[in-house]
C-alpha cells in the first residue's frame, strides 16, 4: 500500500501543501480532488520525488519508499511529455523499454493498449499528428503498458471524449483489479464519485476531508424530499427540522433532530395523499462544496 504521510511543500512563504496524509490502498481507485491551486499536483510531484518535501514523508508497505520503487510506479504528469517528432508505437515501446520491458513485449502491449484506444492505425504517425485528447490518450498508454505497481495520474480525464473516458476507467479498473493501487486527480466530480473507492479532498494545501463515498455521504446532511397532493408550505412550521426549499407541492428538508422526519410524514398523511417521501442522498458536488467553503 501506498501511503503519504504529512507532506508538506513550501514556494516562499506560501505553504502549498500542509502535513497531507492519506492511504491509497492496493486495488483501490482513489479521486484526489480539489480546486485549482488546492496543491494536488505538488502532492503527486513529491510523491513521485520529482520535487523534495519539506516535511513528511511516503510509505510503500509501511516503510520509506525506495527510488526502484517509485521506478515501478506509473505516473502521468501534469506536464505532458512525449516527442512530437517520433511515431507513436516507436516512442511507447522506446519508453517501456526505459522501465525495464523486453521489447518484443513492449510492443505486442503497445500495440494491444492503441487497439484500445481506437489509435491502431495511427501507430505510426508522428505524435505532433494527433489531436490533443489522442496525445492524451497516448500518454495514458505510457503510464499504463509496464504495468506497474502503482499509479499516480495528474488528471488523465481532461480531454478525454466520453468513449475515451469509459475505455479509460475500464483500463484502471484492470489495473485495480490486479491489486494496484491508484490515485488520479480530476474536478471531475461526477466521474470521480462513479468511479472511485476512496476520495481526498484538499483545498489550499490541506485535506479537508476523506473517505470512501459512502463515508462521506453519512457526514452530509440528512434530506428528505416530500411531495404532497396540496401545497407543501405548512412544512416551514414543523419543528426538528430545518426547510431547505418549498416549491409548491414539494419540499427538502433536513433533518436537524433524530427522528423529525417521521413527524413530517405523520402531519402529511393527516393532512392528505403523499405522492413521495423519500431520503436525497447528497451529490458528491455538494459534499464538496460543503467541505471545500
Ligand atoms: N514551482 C512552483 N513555484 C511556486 N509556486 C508553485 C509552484 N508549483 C506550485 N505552486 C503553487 O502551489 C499551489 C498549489 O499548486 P498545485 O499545482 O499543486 O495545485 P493543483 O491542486 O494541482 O491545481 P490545479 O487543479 O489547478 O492543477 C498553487 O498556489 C501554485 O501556484
Redesign the pocket.
Known sequence: MLEIKGLTRR?GD?T?VDHVSFPVPDGGLTGFV??????????MRMVMGVLQAHDGEVLWDGRPITAAQRRRIGYMP?ERGLYPKQAIADQLVYLATLRGMDPGAARAAVMEHLERFGLAERAKDRVEKLSLGNQQRVQIIAALVPQPDALILDEPFSGLDPTAVESMAGLLREHTSRGVPVLF?S?QLDLVDRLCDRLVI?AQGKVVTQGTAEELRAGGPVRYELVTAGDAGWVRDLPGIHVADVDGRTALLEVVESGAEQRVLEQALRRGPVEEFRRVVPRLSEIYQEATS
Open positions: 514556494f506560501k502549498a480539489g480546486g485549482n491551486g488546492a496543491g494536488k499536483t505538488t502532492t501534469e486527480s474536478h484538499m
